[in-house]
């Protein structure tokens, strides 16, 4: 299994630039997550998706956007890359919670995206 | 609101002896508790869950987590650490479709 798989790897942005950062996840789950890892200030989230068709906002939104585009991909769009968005991106899935309200599922994290803006 | 809190930056701790690594929580309800490890250039990985009504919790490597609500703390142990340990630990609270994070305790196992 593949698990949660993000490209590319690594980019550099010139200030102004746009990007999108791609997310899959093979494991038929319904929330997906986007976060952005900066030392010292552990995982932000920036936008999450509970289903498919559905965003909603995190901590930390602005100079981002989302697309939930099937039940499979979650891609986080740059418009105008800035220097303080330089950092880690991590895409992340879980379970749905469910009827139940039960949040003991984990997340599943993809190795990131290490984004630098010059 | 929830929040969980990494008191220390850093643990340095030589091979072979018990680690502790520290996490306090403030949620309202049942608290959903995790530990998650990220070794470099990887993303997060799931180590163990706080299960209701178990004070000790066992995990993946050897780990386990004391759940003490009296003090609203999850701390992440282990009886032997190894140097293979050494790496970035996280602990996490999961609310309503929201997962917050602590800042990181980097664990440092010394030859």
């Known amino acids: 299994n593949a698990g949660v798989t993000q490209t590319p790897k690594f980019q550099v942005l010139k200030t102004g630039q746009s990007m999108t950062l791609q997310c899959a996840q093979d494991?038929?789950?319904?929330?997906m997550y986007w976060y952005r890892q900066d030392p010292g200030m552990g995982l932000r989230l920036i936008y999450y998706?509970?289903?498919?068709?559905?965003?909603d906002k995190g901590e930390v939104p602005n100079g981002y956007n989302v697309s939930r585009l099937n039940k499979r991909e979650f891609s986080l769009r740059l418009e105008s890359a800035a220097p303080s968005q330089t950092s880690v991106y991590f895409c992340?899935?879980?379970?749905?919670?469910?009827?139940?309200?039960?949040?003991?599922?984990?997340?599943?994290f993809g190795n990131g995206t290490r984004l630098t803006v010059t | 609101a929830q929040s969980v809190a990494q008191p220390e930056d850093q643990v340095n701790v030589a091979e072979g002896n018990p680690l502790t690594v520290k996490c306090t929580y403030s949620?309202?309800?049942?608290?959903?508790l995790f530990w998650y490890v990220q070794y470099p250039n990887r993303g997060l990985q799931f180590l163990l869950k706080?299960?209701?009504?178990?004070?000790l919790v066992k995990g993946s490597y050897g780990f386990e987590a004391e759940f003490n609500k009296s003090q609203t703390s999850f701390h992440l142990k282990k009886p032997s650490a190894l140097v293979s340990d050494s790496a970035l630990y996280f602990c996490a609270g999961r609310g309503y479709q929201k997962v917050t994070f602590g800042t990181g305790t980097k664990l440092q196992v010394i030859p």
């Open positions: 992340a899935s879980s379970e749905d919670p469910g009827a139940a309200r039960s949040y003991n599922s984990p997340l599943h």
């Open positions: 494991m038929n789950h319904n929330s």
């Open positions: 998706s509970a289903s498919e068709g559905t965003t």
């Open positions: 706080y299960i209701t009504g178990d004070n």
């Open positions: 949620v309202s309800g049942n608290p959903y």
